[in-house]
């Protein structure tokens, strides 16, 4: 039995940026009551974690990395290996599972950076984490035990659909699962709606239902995509004649081009 002025292990955010703050609040949303403590130089980041999800703020760097049962690094690509070298300078002995959250930064620079035998994973989590929605990719180190990979799994499932992905395939799902695809949809079909003649509420209400609700019935009726567009897009009807425009006026050509730059960005991220 835990003495009651020992307090149990927490879970150590290093960085409280808006990953951190989505992630927080979906684990809250979802019950989850864990020690949740975070570090960050900017005092204001704190305070508004503190007020709105009920997390603790990192005092001490060294003795709350030692105190931790799992230490998530949620800092830009650019900052990661100066805020492992932080915890290095520190000179903290960490038991911790370590999960980073950095977008392209490979499993062997984490290693390299951390300068001790620390067991990594990571991890890209959508926010929509936020409302328990989310999706997070993961991959791991091969020596990461299974009792391990269940811990993670089952932290990011209580905020969504959790998928376990070889390395290599991470910067391309990085590029592909990010919800700014939807924004970037949902606001140019809302301006072309707009220029055709709709009101800005009208053209959002009715691109945002040409999107999010169709895409709600894909997922609830469990039919290829094909079989959908088939049935939606009615030779020579108005749904066929849109889409054959946009296709023909570089609609998957632009998209492709946007994924593939995404994941340049990520491999270039690998190189700090």
């Given at each position: 039995m835990r003495h009651p002025e020992q307090k149990m292990k927490a879970t150590l955010f290093l960085g409280g940026g808006r990953i951190t703050g989505a992630l927080v609040a979906g684990l809250r949303l979802a019950g989850d009551r864990r020690r949740i403590v975070v570090y960050d130089r900017h005092p204001e980041k704190l305070r508004a974690l503190r007020r709105k999800s009920k997390v603790e703020i990192a005092r001490d760097l060294k003795s709350n990395v030692e105190s931790a049962e799992m230490v998530?690094?949620?800092v830009r690509p650019a900052s990661i290996e100066a805020m492992l070298k932080e915890v290095v300078d520190c000179g903290a002995n960490s038991s911790?599972?370590?999960i980073s959250l950095a977008a392209g930064i490979p499993l062997r620079n984490l290693?390299?950076?951390?300068?001790r035998p620390v067991r990594?994973?990571?991890a890209m989590p959508s926010p929509v984490c936020r409302i328990g929605r989310g999706l997070?990719?993961?991959?791991?180190e091969r020596s990461v035990p299974k009792s391990e990979?269940?811990?993670?799994r089952k932290l990011f499932k209580q905020v969504g659909?959790?998928?376990d992905l070889p390395e290599k395939q991470m910067d391309a799902i990085t590029a592909t699962h990010s919800p700014t695809h939807g924004y970037h949809a949902l606001a140019t079909l809302a301006k072309a709606a707009q220029d055709a003649g709709l009101d800005r509420k009208t053209a959002l209400i009715a691109a945002a239902h040409?999107?999010?609700?169709?895409i709600e019935y894909w997922r609830e009726r469990g039919e290829s995509l094909e079989a959908l567009l088939h049935e939606a897009a009615t030779p020579g009807g108005i749904a066929a004649s849109t889409m054959e425009a946009m296709n023909q006026a570089g609609f998957q050509n632009a998209v492709a081009r946007g994924v593939l730059a995404g994941i340049d960005r990520a491999r270039k991220n690998a190189k700090f």
């Open positions: 998530i690094v949620a911790a599972f370590w290693k390299r950076w951390s300068g990594w994973a990571r997070t990719p993961l991959c791991f990979r269940a811990q993670v659909l959790v998928l040409g999107l999010g609700n169709g």
